[in-house]
């Protein structure tokens, strides 16, 4: 079955501009969460949905950041204000359950670069 | 806090040879552990994976058995290809926890 997607592939964007970014986590799958992947930090976890519940969002590195997840599936990132420090991979991930025996699935992430 | 700490790449072999790739983890309780690769222009795919003690992850001819003991989990493959270039990560899940914490990755690179 499909993946994860995620769009766009690529965005390059001017500091101080807003970007949004999209996750289709894969059907059925009622955890999603986001990931950052950067050259001086690795990879980190930012935000996390489940279910109808409220978001953990305490991987989230700054009140720049936001996300939300309508109707369950579909997730948006927003990064207002961009900096050149967001310049990152924004991997999503999904999974069945939120159990720690689950397995994530990731998509191909979104390479986003702050001029 | 939990932590994963993987060796240092980047690691070159040659065809065939084997490879070990060292992790290690900090962590309260039994977490699960993963290795993820990302081969060059994709996006992370799960390699294996084992969510108790002793347990033994494989999967296209890599391996890696959950030590409690040593609190390791270190990736392993009798004979590498050139196919198997890719950076491989380490990861723990705490077992009451949702949120994948990565080592830094090492890079692998297989020469014919």
């Known amino acids: 079955g499909a993946g994860v997607s995620q769009s766009p592939s690529n965005k390059v964007t001017e500091k101080g501009k807003d970007v949004e970014l999209r996750c289709d986590p894969i059907s059925g799958h009622t955890a999603l969460y986001w990931y950052r992947q950067s050259l001086g930090q690795g990879l980190e976890f930012l935000i996390y949905f489940q279910g109808n519940s409220a978001p953990d969002k305490s991987g989230l590195p700054s009140d720049r950041f936001s996300a939300e997840r309508t109707g369950g599936s579909v997730s948006t990132l927003t990064i207002q204000r961009t900096q050149q420090e967001d310049s990152a991979v924004y991997l999503c991930?999904?999974?069945?359950?939120?159990?720690?025996?689950?397995?994530?699935?990731f998509g191909p992430g979104t390479r986003l670069l702050v001029l | 806090g939990d932590s994963v700490t993987q060796m240092e790449g980047p690691v070159t072999l040659s065809e065939e040879a084997f490879l070990t790739i060292n992790c290690t983890y900090t962590a309260t309780g039994y977490p699960s552990l993963f290795w993820y690769v990302q081969y060059p222009g994709e996006g992370l795919q799960l390699l294996l994976k084992a969510t108790k003690a002793d347990d033994k992850g494989s999967n296209k001819g890599f391996e890696a058995t959950y030590r409690k003991e040593t609190t390791s989990f270190h990736l392993e493959k009798g004979s590498v290809q050139v196919s198997d270039s890719a950076v491989y990560f380490c990861?723990?899940?705490?077992?009451?926890?949702?949120?994948?914490?990565f080592g830094k990755g090492t890079s692998l690179l297989v020469t014919p």
């Open positions: 990861a723990l899940l705490p077992n009451s926890g949702y949120a994948l914490n």
């Open positions: 991930a999904s999974s069945l359950t939120s159990g720690g025996w689950e397995t994530q699935y």
